[in-house]
């Protein structure tokens, strides 16, 4: 330790030591020489001999100065200053290199952020690692099975047909008596009483996410309060005080901070809440899909659900098949994740036995599942992690193509510094002390490209969050550069940079120095080395030529895909279409004034100047999956029918063109006939031939209690338009009046067909909304065109992203190959002077080179068009309208492959057609 | 990089330093003093190679072992003069007891005649 500080010390006044040294050495020297001299000899031989006993002056500094300080570090001073020096001199190389590094190290940083925020990263609540998530899995769940109703998500698993994480409460009940292996149980759930809910603070109403949690949430997530105090157990029962606890953010946006938010009385939909408490600004809730802006007590659902027809009723708690709460929990200390499993699932499995009625639903019960919590809820995942993915893969290539490109150009380096290596190998420098400092150089230029790569990656982390984010869900992604993030990209940047640099060091250190000495600088460059180092830099962009066809491939799949999915038929005009939404409900509207209200509201907005027809929905028609039962009077409902509740003249307005019959009408109200419209599918599969104008449809109330509810006669047959999304098929579809009884009017979308830019019609229609109803925000304002592109966003994303990583693939082997051409040329001047000479065309000669870039081009393709053949299968479920082996998006990809290698190598090879006979046999 | 062949006896690795220490403890002296001292100590047994002498001062220096201050010499030139520090002194201690062990435990194997002959 005190050997560190002194050399530490030491550092500072080297110079004065070196000159010290010098002066001590000088001494023992004529000390001896004294010496001799009195010992009989002659002055000058007495000198003489004391040099020689005293030996090489230069080494014995040497080794005394490695005493002194560390010789590594002055060494890596030297070496790094040399590479900056060489680095300086060689600008356009420099540039060149640390610009590939930097766009395929930036590209992996970006997506790997991405990947870190969506997959890796704990919820920021103390010891993450001990929660768990309850799932269970089934074989089906469709049909008859215990999951008679449910609120939330039901999701498709490839190993068991089924999986989801919501329960029936009664479940949670049960679950929260397993003291044995959880410290803690808590539920929370999203049902659509709080999913979007009309929240009016000071008398400005505006639009929040809620959260339903049980009393035990914040305890078991061991969350404490910015201000006030979050919900515990004595809010969450019936008949409480209703309370609410906000996030951080909404209390700084709606009461300018967290400690003036405590106490306030705030209106949620129309209902008077108390805020008693603020979350810490870090915490997200569970799921890092949706951060909740409002966290009430789960019971309060009951009191939410009073004003709605599908609302939240009390013995929905009691209901042992009404599957609808999330459940999480804390293992005990010590008690593993299998344990707690093992412990559970007979628990789960016999009770969840009682509650099936007959043998079908008996025969597939539902099987406990505990899942690592940490992370918190996989939404995200499930959406985003297999496109992340694809394109890690995509980067991933990149960083390679950019890796070799550096390689390559360093080849190139080494080779032209043969000379100097020599020169100095043969003055004496160690071989490792050169291949050291070679490895300084590559990995100096790794890290620059590392450093570049970091700024990249800022930028292309804002890039690829608009890009994400802008989807329908709107969510919110956290990614940024962390030190985790960081700490991966220095790794990448110094491994590429070991690993590029370690083939050309190899080589330089290991010359033939009397031949490499004798060469000329323009040089016969027939050494083995040479055509070694043509061959492996030739093997170099076959590789960079492979990868780059598929990610060509890649790219050229996602853009047909995408071209397929925008000129899907869609059965109805995009153009000039402004939708909104509207919750008169929540806002505090009831039956049935509030079907009157909604018809007004449509009046006047039809009455805007410029617009030409204005209607409105229970939703849009691509958002739209609305299943209940309908059936043709006689016939057992099927499950396949869908139903959209529309307003006067929504056909029309959407142009649907109206096959026989009418649209639904102004006439078409509450008292009168119940009428429908079906489209040309639902006729077909119910009616076949025979004209359905007249029949009658019945449309069933759900649930236990099943009874028809609606008796409807068909007015009109439309034509087929596109219905829950885009890439499905069209299913068969009812239209029935919004206003005609069951089910009764909620939140509804707007339609307004307009004359121009529909945006232009917002400030309108917000002012027409305001006069009516100022409790009643207007949300989910788009053009009808926006609401395609994001129904289509990830395929969007998809290929805009693999396009411009194609491209970037494309430019970092087209200036490989460039370079590795350029370097041929430049090495057979001679020969393509003396062809010339000869009488070679200068056309002859261009395609002399081009013939080599397309052999090197035939190599890379045949390496990976099987490939590609294979890889393509991954992205299969990406794809829309084609086989992964299109052979369309194939071909495309080989001539954009073909016409950049060309491209790359006309430049060289015009240069070559160039060459002046006489200068390049002088040059020999 | 081969040097010139050893001169007489060779110094075997690590035994300069003690050296160096031992000879300081009679009192201070100079890099060619020390050199010297060694030499005629050892009956000219010993050579004391200078490339390794400077080197080995320096390292015992900077181990904080010996000290060094610029003084005139006897014949009144500027020269460096090393003096043992008392952490160098316990450090000689520590190896002068090392070397006694060392060098008699060869000297048992070595010389195994002497006590079967007694």
Known sequence: ?924 | MSRQPPTRVELLQGTLDVLILRTLLRRPAHGHAIAKHIQRTSEDLLQVETGSLYPALHRLEAKGWIAASWELSDKGKRARYYRLTPRGRKQLATEQSKWQAFSRAIGLILNPMDEEAR
């Open chain 1, 1 to 924: 330790m005190i050997s560190f500080f002194r050399k530490l010390g030491w550092l500072t006044e080297r110079r004065r030591k070196e000159d010290e040294l010098r002066e001590e050495l000088q001494f023992h020297l004529d000390e001896e020489a004294e010496q001799r001299q009195a010992e009989g000899l002659a002055k000058d031989q007495a000198r003489w001999a004391a040099c020689r006993d005293l030996g090489n002056v230069l080494l014995i500094q040497e080794s005394t100065r490695a005493v002194w300080t560390w010789t590594f570090f002055e060494q890596l001073v030297q070496d790094l200053r040399y590479a900056l020096r060489a680095m300086i001199h060689n600008r356009a190389f420099t540039a060149l290199a640390a610009l590939s590094l930097a766009l395929g190290i930036g590209a992996n940083t970006a997506i790997y952020s991405f990947l870190d925020a969506l997959l890796l990263r704990s919820l920021p609540v103390s010891d993450p690692a001990s929660l768990v998530v309850l799932n269970w899995r089934a074989k089906v769940w469709r049909g008859d099975s215990v999951v008679e109703a449910m609120s939330g998500s039901i999701y498709d698993d490839s190993r068991m047909g089924s999986v989801s994480g919501i329960f029936p409460y009664p479940a949670f009940e049960l679950l929260q008596n397993s003291d044995t292996v959880f410290s803690e149980v808590f539920a929370y759930c999203r049902t659509q009483e709080v999913r979007t809910m009309n929240v009016t603070i000071k008398g400005q109403a505006d639009l929040a996410h809620g959260e339903l949690v049980s009393g035990d949430y914040f305890r078991g997530l061991a969350v404490r309060p910015a201000a006030g105090r979050l919900i515990i157990p004595d809010y969450d029962r019936t008949g409480a005080a209703a309370v609410a606890v906000v996030s951080h953010a909404f209390s700084e946006k709606h009461f300018g901070g967290a400690g003036s938010a405590v106490g306030q009385t705030i209106l949620i939909n129309n209902l008077p809440f108390t805020v008693v408490g603020v979350t810490p600004p870090e915490f997200f809730g569970v799921d890092p899909a949706a951060a909740p802006d409002v966290y009430l007590p789960m019971h309060t659902n009951i009191l939410l659900g009073a004003a709605n027809q599908f609302g939240f009723r009390a013995n929905d708690y009691l209901d042992q098949n009404y599957y609808w709460v999330e459940i999480m929990a804390r293992l005990r200390p010590g008690v593993s994740l299998a344990q707690a499993q093992a412990a559970l699932a007979p628990r789960f499995q016999q009770w969840v036995a009682t509650t099936a009625t007959n043998d079908r639903q008996r025969a597939n019960l539902p099987a406990l599942t505990l899942k690592e919590g940490a992370t918190g809820l996989d939404t995200l995942r499930r959406q985003f992690s297999k496109p992340l993915y694809v394109l890690m893969a995509l980067v991933g290539l990149i960083l390679a193509i950019a890796c070799s490109n550096v390689a390559n150009l360093l080849l190139a380096r080494a080779a032209s510094r043969k000379h100097e290596i020599a020169l100095r190998l043969s003055v004496g420098a160690g071989r490792l002390r050169i291949f050291r400092q070679l490895l300084t150089e590559s990995v100096l230029l790794a890290l620059l490209g590392g450093v570049g790569g970091v700024l990249f990656a800022i930028w292309g982390i804002r890039f690829l969050t608009l890009l994400l984010a802008g989807g329908p869900q709107r969510v919110t992604l956290n990614a940024e550069l962390n030190w985790h993030v960081l700490g991966v990209t220095a790794a990448l940047s110094l491994i590429t940079g070991v690993l590029f640099g370690l083939a050309p060091a190899l080589q330089s250190t290991h010359l033939d120095l009397a031949s490499a000495l004798k060469e000329t600088r323009a040089g016969q460059p027939r050494a083995r080395h040479m055509s070694w180092r043509v061959n492996l830099s030739k093997i170099l962009v076959v590789g960079q030529i492979a990868i780059s066809l598929l990610i060509l491939v890649a790219a050229s799949l996602f853009v047909r895909t995408l071209s397929n999915l925008r000129s899907i038929e869609l059965g109805f005009n995009r153009e000039n279409v402004l939708l909104f939404q509207l919750n008169a409900r929540q806002a505090g509207h009831r039956d049935p004034e509030i079907a009157e209200f909604y018809g007004n509201l449509r009046e006047r907005f039809a009455a805007i100047p410029g617009v030409r027809g204005a209607s409105l929905a229970r939703s849009t028609l691509i958002g739209g999956e609305h299943g209940l039962p309908i059936s043709v009077p006689g016939a057992p409902p099927n499950d396949a029918n869908r139903f959209l509740a529309v307003g006067p003249g929504f056909l029309t307005t959407m142009q649907i063109p109206i096959l026989a019959g009418r649209d639904i009408e102004e006439r078409d109200h509450s008292g009168s006939q119940p009428v429908a419209v079906i489209n040309e599918r639902f006729a077909k599969i119910n009616f076949g031939g025979a004209n359905p104008l007249g029949r009658h449809l019945i449309l069933w109330k759900p649930g236990k209690d099943k009874y028809p509810a609606r008796d409807m006669e068909i007015v009109g047959v439309a034509s087929n338009a596109r219905y829950g999304g885009m890439k499905q098929e069209i299913p068969p579809v009812v239209y029935i009046a919004y206003d005609q009884g069951f089910p009764q009017p909620n939140e509804m979308v707007f339609a307004l067909r307009t004359t121009g830019d529909p945006l232009a019609f917002v400030s309108s229609v917000r002012e027409i909304v305001r006069q009516a109803d100022a409790r009643m925000p207007v949300s989910e304002v788009r053009t009808q065109k926006a609401e395609i592109e994001d129904a289509i966003h990830q395929e969007i994303t998809l290929a805009d992203l693999s396009s411009v990583l194609a491209m970037l693939a494309l430019t970092i082997a087209g200036v490989g190959l460039y370079g590795t051409m350029s370097y041929t040329v430049a090495r057979r001047t001679g020969e393509i002077g003396i062809r010339m000479a000869l009488g070679a065309e200068p056309r002859a000669v261009v395609w002399m080179v081009l013939r080599e870039v397309l052999v090197l081009a035939a190599a890379g393709l045949t390496i990976s068009v099987p490939a590609a053949l294979g890889a393509s299968k991954f992205v299969e479920s990406f794809l829309f309208g084609m086989k992964p082996n299109d052979p369309l998006a194939l071909t495309l990809a080989v001539a954009i492959l073909l016409g950049a290698a060309l491209l790359a190598g006309y430049v060289p090879a015009r240069k070559a057609s160039r060459i002046d006979p006489m200068t390049a046999l002088r040059h020999e």
